[in-house]
């Protein structure tokens, strides 16, 4: 008897899809851990502008004195669309043999046949959930550039965060830390450090960088003495279970930051690259607000989907195809930009 091949559904697999275990992403839960799901295609995002004004005085029985509002810029962003499908044909479906399962053999094995294609099915969709997330990632660590843009055979997608020119320093000759007797990293960080607090009124105790430069700050004259002097053994940190977990490393801490090594990769147009850029170092107040988007799903069956990620499946006659396609719209957005540095130091 042949083997019956319906379809899950968009409820099922929407449910199924979000329940995938996920891979690295480090600098999403670290500074985008709050997410909002908008049930419009369109969002509305506020930049917040430093605002350190201290109260007018009043005379008693005056009338109260008018005060400028608070600063903020006001954009609407269509957030870009991750939008993926597979095809999986009969042979894909019937006739390959998951690992461990007997051969299937159609109308005389249907539970095995049945047990290889769920498991197909799910594979196929948690790789397609692993291509979104990675996705996600990447632009969680781009916008601590302030902005990014993503270029692809439909236009791209760009972003600005409207981050100030001063919090995208640029070291240069000898203040670069590929120069190791006369570059000054400790006083960089005091400075930067400093620009923050003043701003936001938040201190940056979180910094991130990939192996690359934590080698170059490690091998500065100026850093050698600092650890010497303090007795700060560097590497001898206990790093939580749950960072290591996301592909992250504490290496130390300095001046009251925390430093972390990052070096998840991605494929890009040519090879493999990290996803902090490799160039950079950053800092970051954890508390400053930012947070994760996602722009409403539009599907004709599901109608407007609010959520993360959503998924469906259905089946093409002629040729005879199997279709399951995973769909989200992020968005990560950093609303307080002066929050951050983004410093180029080689």
Not at 78 to 100: C, H, N, Q, V
Not at 266 to 277: A, K, R, S, V, W
Request: net charge neutral; charged share 25%.
């Amino acid at each position: 008897m042949p083997v019956n091949l319906p379809t899950f559904g968009y409820v099922a697999l929407t449910e199924s899809v979000n329940k995938i275990i996920k891979p690295n992403t480090f600098i999403k839960s670290r500074l985008f851990g709050r997410e909002k799901e908008h049930g419009t295609k369109s969002i509305q995002i506020d930049i917040k502008i430093g605002n350190r004004k201290i109260a007018p005085f009043v005379k008693r029985g005056k009338e109260a004195v008018v005060v400028g509002k608070l600063g903020q810029n006001t954009s609407t962003v269509t957030p870009p669309s991750i939008r993926m499908k597979k095809d999986l044909d009969a042979e894909d479906l019937y006739f390959t043999r998951g690992a461990g399962l007997p051969i299937h053999v159609v109308g005389g094995g249907a539970d095995a046949v049945m047990q290889g294609r769920m498991k197909r099915i799910a594979e196929e969709q948690a790789d397609m959930m692993d291509i979104a997330i990675r996705t996600s990632e990447f632009m969680c660590c781009r916008s601590l550039l302030g902005g990014y843009t993503i270029q692809d055979d439909e236009g791209g997608f760009s972003i600005d965060f409207q981050m100030p020119t001063d919090h995208k320093p640029v070291l240069e000759g000898g203040a670069k830390w590929d120069q190791p007797d006369t570059a000054k990293p400790i006083e960089n960080i005091r400075l930067w450090k400093l620009k923050v607090k003043q701003k936001t009124g938040k201190v940056p105790t979180e910094a991130y960088m990939t192996t690359d430069i934590w080698n170059l700050f490690v091998k500065c004259a100026e850093v050698k003495d600092y650890l010497d002097k303090r007795n700060i053994k560097v590497g001898e940190i206990n790093t939580n279970d749950t960072i290591l977990k996301m592909g992250a490393e504490k290496v130390a801490r300095i001046e009251n930051v925390d430093f972390f090594v990052y070096d998840e990769l991605f494929d890009g147009p040519n090879g493999q690259e990290t996803m902090l850029p490799s160039d950079k170092f950053f800092m970051a107040a954890p508390n400053i607000d930012s947070r994760f988007h996602y722009g409403a799903i539009e599907d004709l069956k599901s109608a407007t989907v609010v959520g993360k990620y959503f998924s469906k499946d259905w089946i093409t006659e002629d040729p005879s195809v199997y279709w399951l396609l995973v769909e989200t719209h992020p968005l990560p957005v950093l609303h307080e930009p002066e929050g951050v540095v983004a410093a180029t130091v080689k």
